[in-house]
């Protein structure tokens, strides 16, 4: 919570001694006269000096009741109190600014006391600030008339009119300070606590301020982006780079003060910490709604235990977290579920679920335990991915007591372990599941959708794939990685939970949609006249009888036979009619799916997940983005050593992505670096990398003449390793060659000589995951650091390693 200081004048806060006049009790009011009067009689001549006995002037309490005539009749007077400093340095303007007296302020001005509307009190408050605070916009319009400068001065403590009139919540003061010109330097500016005005408007939940500043910088700082691209433009090449880097860094200063999410190096928190601390969700969406809250979300991303623990209410609606923080959110739910730290590497191995693949049947697998020799087949069976993975084939259920384990994937024959293979193995396995030929789903407009005849095209054990693919579906949730394959809105509402919708049924049938949308706009007397019930005769029904296989009516609810469709039931019998035909054949499906889902979400985290997460959000943390976003991709690249960002071959390496690989080729570029074809729901800023940690896509620099050869990965690391080319066109031509070529991992790639002038060639010596380069597997596993400082060690080795070979034919992935 946000604690404006006391001045250093005093032991008081601002709201203990907003005005010593309120605190007192009020004098005799002076009558009102006519400006022709003569000076004031001896009764009123009493009653100024009790008033100034208590250190309260005539002129003063004139201001206090708003007596315009009684001021002027102070000035016949008494001239000198028109501008006379009260108690705590109080001015009759600055008593006439507080109660909202614009008159008053007019009249001083009119009197010769126009210095009293820019002067300060003890605390160097103007009346512009009294009048900020209290709300009196009329006031503030007259002061800017005849002292224009009070409006953006500040006060002991640093405020501004604006910063009062935010945490006192006035919109309207704060427009005001923007149509008169105050926006132009205090709208943004910290005070002395290094609190912003949005940061007090954001504590006390003030959401009609947080727009009226948004409004006014959105008026004031584009211009200012505009002009710093344009000084940017006009720089000479020598200055060019540090004209761009400031530019970068100004540029996104005044991003973050447009959104209202700028924080001064010295405050620690931004203002949509500051709503969310108070619990005032209104001023928070109003932050999430401009991109106030993306600071806020980085940080709850960085510690996601505290969304549980401190702000439970930003999983009530989905727009609360953006998806990096929801995806961080449910990680940490799941990580608690499988109890393991990743932390501790011996820990995490002894829970986690190791697995040894055939590339050519990847749903044939080898459990490989502790003490067994990696990548050796078969020692504990050929027990197949449903028994590998707790899946009973003869239910389609998981079974009993199945505990949610990490999963570490190795391929027969290959010297290879790391991340990556779990990432390929996920993409190659549900892809063999989804395959048509299998005959579990068939395709829809928005995606994959169980086949309702699944058991005849793929067998009685049927529903064993999909709980299979449910439990690939829950590891993939909890490695934070994806499955590459989109499933339809309406079947992944059926599995979390989701209700559906009438207008569901348009991705499945759009003709049916059509024409039974035509309901809603029947008169009642047709729509009578059909004699429709809650009830799907044997025609329109999915679901068949067990012993004859023919379609049988099916109620839509209890008793629908008998109650008819009018126009007042009719949404309820679209929306109870969609059900029956995206779910009434595909239960049993979608129960098996559910059920290995279960393991890893129960039905409170699903819970839990429904209110913050939409479908496609869902759909976004399973499948991942469809389409890549080279500039995104960009954006996030590191290189090695980093100085080579700006070389030529870089520049042509995304000119080739951008320009001239297809959007196919671009995914299998992802896959060859990553192990992945789809990038992560978040973007490239979220690629997993090395033992479950966020690694960015890095190019790494091939020094040393060797043009001939190919470019290599690293996919666990997510490094592309990229030789200096000669041209543009000979990189573009590697490049491919390369796609077309990798093959599995591999410890090292050899070519094979085809003709008689190619010779065979050795390509680095690469792990994925684990470089060991040629070395042989110590006989005792590595540490992680250890791992590490070889990978290291042997990529140095490999940046000064010369080759003269001019080509290489069979590129391989590491």
């Not at 829950?474 to 079947?491: K, M």
Request: overall charge neutral; aromatic content about 6%; glycine content about 8%.
């Amino acid at each position: 919570m946000l604690q404006r200081p006391c001045p250093p004048t005093t032991p008081q806060t601002r709201s203990q001694s907003r005005l010593l006049s309120r605190s007192l009790p009020p004098p005799p009011l002076l009558a009102p006269l006519p400006p022709a009067t003569p000076p004031l009689p001896s009764a009123s001549s009493a009653a100024a000096l009790d008033a100034g006995i208590r250190g309260l002037s005539p002129a003063h309490e004139a201001c206090r009741v708003g007596d315009v005539l009684s001021l002027r009749a102070v000035c016949l007077d008494h001239h000198h109190s028109l501008s006379a400093a009260g108690p705590a340095g109080l001015t009759p303007a600055h008593i006439a600014a507080f109660e909202g007296h614009a008159s008053c302020l007019r009249a001083l001005h009119e009197l010769g006391a126009a210095a009293s509307l820019s002067a300060t009190d003890e605390y160097a408050r103007t009346p512009a600030h009294l009048a900020a605070e209290e709300g009196h916009a009329d006031c503030l319009r007259v002061l800017h008339k005849y002292a224009s400068l009070s409006l953006t001065s500040a006060d002991t403590i640093g405020s501004t009119p604006v910063h009062l009139a935010a945490e006192a919540g006035h919109a309207g003061c704060i427009r005001a300070l923007f149509e008169l010109g105050g926006h132009t330097t205090s709208f943004a500016v910290p005070d002395g606590s290094d609190f912003t005005p949005a940061h007090y408007a954001a504590q006390n939940g003030h959401s009609d301020c947080l727009r009226a500043l948004h409004q006014a910088l959105t008026a004031v700082i584009p211009p200012q982006l505009s002009a710093l691209r344009r000084i940017s433009a006009t720089a000479t090449a020598r200055a060019r780079p540090q004209a761009s880097a400031w530019q970068t860094v100004r540029s996104e200063e005044l991003r973050a003060k447009l959104s209202l999410s700028w924080c001064p190096p010295g405050c620690l928190g931004s203002p949509a910490e500051a709503a969310c601390t108070n619990g005032h969700k209104a001023a928070f969406r109003v932050l999430a709604g401009i991109g106030g809250a993306v600071r806020f979300w980085e940080k709850l991303a960085g510690s996601p235990g505290r969304i549980d623990t401190d702000f439970p209410w930003l999983l009530s609606d989905p727009s609360l977290l953006n998806l990096r923080a929801k995806r961080a959110w449910l990680h940490a739910c799941l990580d608690a579920l499988v109890g393991c730290n990743a932390a501790l590497a011996m820990e995490r191995d002894a829970l986690t679920l190791q697995l040894v693949a055939r590339r050519s049947s990847p749903l044939d697998v080898s459990e490989w335990r502790p003490g067994d020799r990696k990548g050796e087949w078969g020692r504990h069976g050929d027990v197949g991915a449903c028994a590998a993975l707790s899946v009973d084939e003869a239910t389609g259920r998981p079974f009993s007591g199945t505990a949610a384990t990490a999963l570490d994937v190795r391929y027969q024959g290959e010297a290879a372990a790391g991340d990556a293979l779990r990432r390929e193995w996920f993409e190659q396995a549900t892809a063999e599941m989804v395959d048509p030929r299998r005959g579990l789903f068939l395709a829809s407009q928005d995606g994959l959708r169980p086949n309702p005849h699944s058991a005849s095209s793929a067998g009685e054990d049927h529903l064993s794939y999909f709980a299979l693919l449910g439990r690939i579906c829950g590891l993939a949730l909890y490695h934070r990685e994806t499955v590459g394959v989109a499933w339809s809105h309406a079947f992944l509402k059926a599995v979390f939970g989701y209700p559906l919708n009438f207008d569901d049924l348009a991705s499945v049938d759009p003709a049916l949609h059509q024409s039974q949308r035509t309901l809603l706009a029947m008169p009642a007397e047709e729509l009578g006249a059909m004699c429709l019930c809650f009830e799907v005769d044997g025609d329109e029904a999915v679901v068949y009888e067990e012993s004859s296989k023919r379609r049988r009516a099916t109620e839509l609810k209890p008793g629908g036979v008998d109650e008819p469709v009018t126009a007042a039931n009719v949404e309820e019998y679209l929306r109870l009619y969609a059900q029956h035909k995206l779910l009434g054949a595909v239960e049993p499906q979608v129960a098996a799916f559910r059920a290995g889902l279960a393991v890893f979400l129960d039905g409170r985290l699903l819970a839990s997940l429904r209110t913050c997460c939409t479908v496609a959000e869902v759909q976004l943390l399973l499948c991942g983005e469809a389409a890549i976003d080279v500039d995104d991709w960009e954006r996030h690249t590191r290189y090695d050593p980093p100085e080579y960002a700006h070389s030529r071959g870089v520049a042509w390496f995304w000119r080739a992505v951008r320009d001239h690989l297809t959007e196919a080729e671009r995914a299998q570029l992802l896959f060859f670096a990553t192990g992945a074809t789809r990038p992560p729901a978040t973007g490239f800023a979220s690629l997993m990398g090395y033992r479950g940690a966020e690694q960015r896509f890095t190019v790494a620099c091939i020094g040393g003449g060797a043009t001939g050869r190919l470019p290599t990965a690293s996919a666990c690391f997510n490094r592309l390793y990229l030789p200096e080319y000669c041209c543009e066109a000979h990189l573009r031509a590697k490049l491919r060659l390369a796609l077309a070529g990798a093959r599995g991992f591999h410890e090292a790639a050899v070519a094979q000589p085809t003709t008689g002038t190619e010779v065979t060639v050795q390509a680095p010596r690469r792990f994925w995951g684990v470089d060991l380069g040629g070395w042989r597997v110590p006989s005792r596993k590595l540490t992680c650091a250890e791992r590490l400082r070889s990978y290291e060690r042997r990529v140095s080795t490999l940046r000064h390693t010369k080759s003269t070979t001019p080509s290489c034919r069979v590129p391989q992935r590491d």
